[in-house]
């Protein structure tokens, strides 16, 4: 496994088990989960949500727009964005 990758899944980690220290908004959510599914799956596939679906569909699009993202700049962005959000939380 690669240094880039096993950082990433060490991120993910804290991201899931910290409930109490980690508070993200709405918007960061998606910018995380974006990220996460371009690190682990790539370019954005399967129909896009309907009209009534506005979490399914706010989901999709941000993952729509890292189309064309490597796998290893979605790891290093989600992996940078949460060094970042630590070091504000002190």
């Given at each position: 496994?690669?240094?880039?990758?096993?950082?990433?899944?060490?991120?993910?980690?804290?991201?899931?088990?910290?409930?109490?220290?980690?508070?993200?908004?709405?918007?960061?959510?998606?910018?995380l989960y974006a990220l996460f599914k371009q690190a682990s799956e790539g370019?954005?596939?399967?129909?896009?949500?309907?009209?009534?679906?506005?979490?399914?569909?706010?989901?999709?699009?941000?993952?729509?727009?890292?189309?064309?993202?490597?796998?290893?700049?979605?790891?290093?962005?989600?992996?940078?964005?949460?060094?970042?959000?630590?070091?504000?939380?002190?």
């Amino acid at each position: 496994m690669s240094d880039l990758k096993a950082k990433f899944e060490e991120t993910v980690n804290y991201v899931q088990t910290s409930e109490g220290d980690f508070k993200p908004s709405n918007e960061l959510k998606l910018e995380l989960y974006a990220l996460f599914k371009q690190a682990s799956e790539g370019d954005v596939s399967g129909k896009k949500p309907g009209m009534l679906d506005v979490v399914g569909r706010a989901k999709y699009g941000a993952w729509e727009k890292l189309k064309g993202t490597s796998s290893d700049a979605a790891m290093q962005k989600y992996i940078d964005r949460i060094e970042a959000l630590k070091n504000e939380q002190g």
